[in-house]
Each structure stands twice: as C-alpha cells, then as structure tokens.
C-alpha cells in the first residue's frame, strides 16, 4: 500500500486528514470556499442552479445550485497538476520487486480502509505543477516524507492508521480531509467517494514561488480552480485503471500516478 502530494505536491487540495479513511474525499468545495472567504476577505456567490452570482454563506440561497463561488477570484494561469504517492516499506531498494506482506486496501463502501503498509513511515507523497504564463514555462515540485497526523484528526487508540499521515491546511485554504497515502490518490480506501482538488491551496514555499511569477497581495491566496483529469494510463491491465497509473495494491512496489488540468487562480480582492 501507499502515500501522498500537494499542489506542486501541495495541494491539500486536495489537501487530506482526520478520522475514519470512509469520509468524503478532500472536503467538499462548498467547505473550501467557506475557509477562503475567512481568510481572503472574498464573499462567497452561487455557482449553477436557478441563481447563480447570488450573494451565500451556504448553500441554501443557491437552490439547486452551490455555495461555492468568489465575488474576488482571478484566474492567472492553466497548468498540469501531478500527484505521485508511493508506499516504501523499510528496505525497499532499487532491486525491490515487490513489498511482502502489505494487503490491499479495501474498497468496501461499508468498511473502507487502506492498506496494511500505509503508515506515516512509509509514505511518500509528490505534487508537480506545471504552468505556463507569457509565453514562458514554470514547474515547481515538492515531496514529503513522514507526514504528521492531521490537527483535525481525533486519534482512535484503538486504530494505528486513522491519523496518519496527512495535510490540513495551508496558508488559510482548506486542505484535505484523508490520509495521504495511494490508496486514496487511487481511491481504493474511500467507500466509494472521490478525490476533491477544486479550491485546494498550496503550501508557503510552493505559494510563494508561484506569486513571484503570477503576482498577489499579502491577503490574497493561490489556490486550485477547474480540474479536469488527464488520462495517463489507459490499458486497464497493467495500469490498473483506465485512466491514471494504479499501484496501490498491497505488494506493489511502483507508485500511483494521476495528473490534473488545472485553473491557477487567485482569491481575494
């Protein structure tokens, strides 16, 4: 089994946390854009259904639609967002064929979970993000290693994998809400829910670099707009899905690979 990365192996966005490994992917948008509003000072408008551009604070104005909108966005680029996470267990070398004695994750809607080996010891979790903007090309990349348990995680004594490891939050944007390892990059330990990237935020470092190219004020914040997955692998037998590089089997010594079109945007006025 294995782990995670964020927006340029940052995006909490996908950001990833706490409790039970059966949540809703990531939070929800309609979350992220709650945490966004507080920090940038944006106010929040209905996207979709019978009253778009409405004035919200949740969902309930919007009818049929969603509270998920910014008044103040700007979206500064489109680019390539890739999440690499691997699962290497002591040992493991350039040799290494297989990992013995990790089991699989368990897509069960009605009792997910990850993998035996996906630990925070064990994980490794990439962003890649590419852009480009004026006719030049930018990426940037991160890797973590030994990810902490989430804040907003209540430990279960009982459980040696329900807080480990993941990403809260950054820099005021919301981040994810499961561990960062390849069973939920892959969405085998997720009871049926899915990955959710859009409004994820990026890390110091990684926002930091890009503002130096895209520009933005002291309260603004750079986050993930439109996602668009981009197939990457899709012979379903040897990748495991038909559209991103699947390795989050137990004893698969090789990563999980998926890779995003993605709206570089800016929130905040």
Not at 55 to 76: E, H, K, L, Q, Y
Request: aromatic residues 6%; contains cysteine.
């Amino acid at each position: 089994m294995k782990p995670r990365h964020a927006i340029v192996a940052w995006l909490p966005l996908l950001a990833l946390c706490a409790g039970s490994p059966a949540r809703a992917s990531s939070p929800p948008p309609e979350a992220r854009t709650s945490t966004l509003a507080g920090t940038t000072g944006s106010p929040r408008v209905c996207e979709g259904g019978s009253t778009p551009g409405a004035a919200c604070s949740d969902s309930t104005p919007c009818a049929t639609g969603t509270c998920t909108g910014f008044v103040n966005v700007r979206v500064a680029a489109r680019g390539l967002l890739t999440i690499i996470a691997d699962t290497k267990t002591p040992g493991q070398g350039w040799t290494s064929t297989s990992l013995p004695g990790c089991t699989n994750p368990n897509p069960d809607p009605n009792a997910p979970s990850r993998g035996s080996c996906e630990s925070s010891n064990n994980a490794l979790f990439t962003l890649l993000l590419e852009f480009t903007l004026n006719g030049k090309k930018y990426t940037y990349a991160s890797t973590f290693a030994h990810l902490p348990a989430g804040a907003l995680c209540t430990d279960d004594p009982n459980n040696n994998f329900d807080c480990l490891p993941t990403i809260d939050s950054w820099n005021g944007e919301a981040g994810w809400n499961e561990p960062a390892v390849e069973s939920t990059i892959s969405e085998k330990s997720l009871g049926g829910n899915h990955l959710v990237l859009r409004w994820g935020g990026l890390p110091s470092a990684a926002e930091s670099a890009v503002a130096a190219v895209i520009g933005k004020t002291a309260s603004q914040r750079i986050v993930v707009g439109r996602i668009d997955e981009v197939p990457i692998c899709t012979d379903p037998t040897p990748c495991g899905s038909s559209v991103f590089s699947d390795h989050s089997a137990g004893a698969d010594p090789l990563a999980t690979v998926r890779r995003f079109k993605v709206d570089i945007a800016v929130v905040g006025p």
